[in-house]
């Protein structure tokens, strides 16, 4: 049983979740700041389901769109599908199974989530082609991990969105799709001679890896723009200045390690720093919004 658990949450890489819930729990909060950030249990649950179903779903469809090029790359050949461990039905069953638990999952949210759940579904799945067709593929991945915290916003306050919120919620998006291209840049550095012999695109294809790092660190330095936009926006003070003094500090590191240390290190990059900047940022916004006496007045 627990083999079988472990070999599933393994296939879509479960533990990854942790790069889009922390954003989608932070949207959750700022929407519900009248409450202290709480939604509600009915509502909560509802967002926890969705997003893991989104996820699931999407990755999911990676494997099953990549199984071919994945049995031909030496770093992703043991991957579960190229190796025989899950079969492709399978892989499509549980593909399946989590695109309808995010749109029943929508529907019991509201009537907004439930009409913009397909859109949503098409979108965290088109990621998986765009390598094929344009060089611009992190901007797409992107966009599909920003719709995180876009739908917990929706989720709590449905279509009641004020038009400051809705400049909120663009800020936060932009700078989690910046996010996301700065260390998906990095991390397909690992597979950079790969790709260019087969035909697969990306930045660090088409502009080398020294000028797609260039582009990955000012796609960061960016983002830390937003975020500090977000914050005054949201009038987050002391805490967040705090957390976002941490972030910078770790998308520092990440940029000396992709650039001074070999491959090997790159999931050290990608996975613990991008785990503690999520974190780190969900923290904060907790902070500020459950324990207001952490303003500045």
């Known amino acids: 049983m627990f083999s079988t658990l472990s070999k599933w ?8 979740t942790v790069f889009a819930l922390p954003f989608a729990l932070a ?3 700022v929407a519900a700041r009248e409450n202290r950030g709480w939604p509600g249990w009915k509502t909560f649950g509802l967002i926890l389901t969705a997003m893991v179903c989104a996820r699931t779903c999407a990755m999911s469809f990676n494997r099953i769109a990549d199984r071919q090029f994945d049995a031909l790359n030496p770093r992703t050949a043991a991957r579960h599908l190229p190796a025989g461990q899950v079969s492709l039905a399978q892989a499509w069953i549980l593909c399946s ?4 638990g995010l749109v029943a999952s929508s529907y019991f949210l509201n009537a907004l989530c439930f009409y913009l759940s397909p859109l949503a579904l098409v979108a965290v799945c088109f990621y998986s082609l765009t390598k094929r067709f344009t060089d611009y593929t992190h ?19 449905g279509g009641g969105v004020s038009p400051l919120e809705w400049v909120q919620m ?3 998006s932009l700078a989690v799709v910046l996010w996301l291209v700065g260390f998906d840049i990095i991390y397909a550095l690992q597979d950079y001679e790969f790709d260019r012999a087969n035909g697969l695109r990306s930045l660090v294809v088409a502009w080398g890896p020294k000028n797609a790092l260039a582009a990955a660190f000012l796609a960061h330095l960016a ?24 972030i910078l500090g ?10 001074r240390r070999s491959l090997d290190w790159i999931n050290v990059a990608f996975f613990r720093l991008n785990a503690v900047v999520s974190m780190v940022f ?3 916004t907790a902070a500020e919004v459950v324990f207001p006496w952490f303003r500045m007045r």
């Open 27 to 29: 949207a959750m909060l």
């Open 139 to 157: 901007f797409f991945l992107g966009i599909a991990l920003a719709l995180a915290p876009v739908g917990a916003w929706l989720a709590v306050k």
């Open 97 to 100: 199974v989590c695109a309808a």
């Open 223 to 246: 983002m830390c723009g937003l975020l500090l936009a977000f914050g005054v926006l949201c009038r987050f003070r002391i805490a967040y200045l705090i957390g976002w003094g941490l």
């Open 282 to 284: 969900l923290g904060v």
């Open 170 to 172: 663009l800020v936060l």
């Open 9 to 16: 949450l393994s296939f879509v890489r479960f533990s990854h």
């Open 250 to 259: 770790c998308l520092v590191m990440e940029h000396w390690i992709a650039r």
